[in-house]
């Protein structure tokens, strides 16, 4: 009897595999971290390799302390770090280059080429994107061009690209499909979100030959058969497959219009469910595809992203040395009852949403000599939700009405001192979910629902459960003069 489903969340620093009971119930986590890889300065790049063993190491951890078989397996669902891309080749499967991470920046200066060509306009009413090294176009057109041969293989029909999800779906497979979803397809800067479908003039635009890329598929849907592996027998269906970000906003159940939801992971993305009709922003946010079911219409969302949320406290704990381990941090910046007039704005790979300051770096200012590294440390908690606000400030420009509340998941949404700094700053009450690993359950839902788990989004929404609520407890003043200091901190970048 089917009674589990297979949840893999690749993410940009770790691999996870969770079993999922029908009861929406976390059984079992497996996770393993992989290197990072930063070959010149602003480059980030992960090993396709490291990114496969992790996922098989999970999934076989997974299996073997939980006795579950495989026959008890419904199905499989992956959700993957959205704009990071692969090529590999299509005979052996090996990868041509290392992955290039949305993280990079690589891409910089031939993305300035096409805002002086007078391109963006273009391309944002085709993509609902900016023009940003952040998505993945430039960075399949940076393979092409700078591997010896590829662009030349590429036309042949040689080579396969896409997302992570692509490139595990080919090695679940066994090569048998090259598929993606609408929500991974639409982070590419290469599918035209109005039609759902890869766009001929963008495709010529950044040189990528159409044989090179996956089909794009539904959400939930039929995306193939496990074959070859030796831990789990072949056949299982791979039904469900999303970006990050769109399966945290799924697993939070955000299915009405006005449903938001704040992943606090490496970064911080918050999405807004804009329902069936795709919201164009006047404050630079992107508009996105959330997610489309078999036989139903695609779902739109207004997206903002901090590059680093999480991530700066990893470079706290690795980079400075301020503690051993990340959850640390809070009891760190919890010893001091402010940071004292220190501001850290953690641009360490740029600015995103809504400023999009690619050249923008970390600056760490304010600092007296009575400065400590508690001070630091809450300044760069507080950083992380003034980051928020700045896009739920546009946000809600764009949608012309406040929100009520965010639901927020991912590792960081732990931190208690973080939440309540949220929503001091962002006036607007922060809602836990009981399950922080949105992401990874959101993944579970869209594979369910492909094979008849949950036979509709009303009975997942039935499932979700909050944990805790926090409330605004900051005067309007004192936030006022908060956010004219971090606006003040952000012009020194």
Aim: glycine share 8%; charged share 25%; aromatic share 8%.
């Amino acid at each position: 009897m089917s009674r589990y489903i297979i949840a893999i969340d690749q993410g940009t620093t770790s691999t996870r595999t969770a079993l999922v009971n029908q009861a929406g119930g976390l059984v079992h986590q497996s996770s393993e971290d992989f290197p990072q890889l930063f070959p010149q300065a602003g480059w980030v790049e992960h090993d396709p390799e490291e990114i496969w063993r992790t996922t098989l190491n999970t999934l076989k951890k997974a299996l073997e302390q939980t006795r579950i078989g495989g026959d008890e397996i419904a199905a499989i669902g992956i959700t993957n770090q959205r704009e990071t891309v692969v090529v590999w080749d299509r005979k052996t499967g090996q990868p041509v280059y290392n992955a290039i991470v949305w993280q990079c920046r690589r891409t910089h200066e031939a993305c300035e080429k096409l805002k002086r060509n007078n391109k963006e306009k273009m391309i944002t009413k085709k993509t609902g994107l900016v023009i940003d090294p952040y998505f993945s176009a430039s960075k399949i057109q940076w393979i092409l061009k700078n591997v010896p041969g590829a662009k030349e293989k590429a036309r042949r029909g040689e080579l396969a690209a896409g997302t992570i999800d692509s490139f595990l779906l080919w090695r679940l497979t066994g090569g048998e499909q090259h598929k993606t979803d609408v929500s991974n397809a639409s982070r590419t800067m290469l599918m035209n979100i109005h039609t759902g479908w890869w766009d001929e003039d963008l495709l010529k635009l950044f040189e990528v030959p159409a044989a090179l890329l996956p089909e794009i598929a539904p959400s939930s849907g039929d995306f193939g058969r496990t074959r070859g592996l030796d831990f789990l027998p072949d056949g299982i269906p791979i039904t469900g497959m999303a970006g990050d970000q769109q399966a945290a906003l799924f697993g939070q159940a955000c299915f009405d219009v006005g449903d938001a939801k704040c992943t606090f992971g490496t970064g911080s993305f918050i999405l807004l469910n804009s329902g069936t009709k795709p919201v164009t922003s006047k404050a630079r946010l992107l508009t996105t595809v959330a997610w489309k079911l078999r036989d139903q219409k695609m779902v739109y969302a207004l997206e903002g992203g901090a590059f680093i949320c999480g991530a700066a406290v990893q470079w706290l704990r690795d980079g400075l040395q301020f503690f051993q381990k990340s959850s640390e941090v809070e009891t760190l910046a919890a010893s001091v009852s402010s940071s004292e007039g220190v501001e850290f704005v953690p641009a360490l790979t740029g600015l995103g949403a809504p400023h999009w300051d690619a050249e923008a770096r970390g600056v760490i200012c304010g600092l007296t000599r009575g400065s400590t590294k508690a001070h630091v440390a809450r300044a760069t908690l507080e950083a992380m939700a003034l980051q928020n606000v700045d896009i739920l400030t546009a946000m809600q420009k764009d949608l012309g009405k406040k929100l009520k509340s965010i639901k927020v998941d991912g590792g960081a949404s732990a931190n208690n001192l973080l939440m309540q700094l949220q929503a001091d700053y962002a006036a607007t009450a922060v809602v836990r979910p009981q399950i922080l690993e949105s992401t990874v359950i959101g993944a579970a839902y869209f594979a369910g629902l492909g094979v008849g788990f949950w036979a509709t989004p009303g009975e997942i929404k039935k499932i979700w459960q909050s944990e805790r609520e926090f409330k605004v407890q900051m005067s309007a003043r004192d936030r006022k003069q908060r956010l004219e200091r971090w606006a003040e901190a952000l012009k020194r970048v």
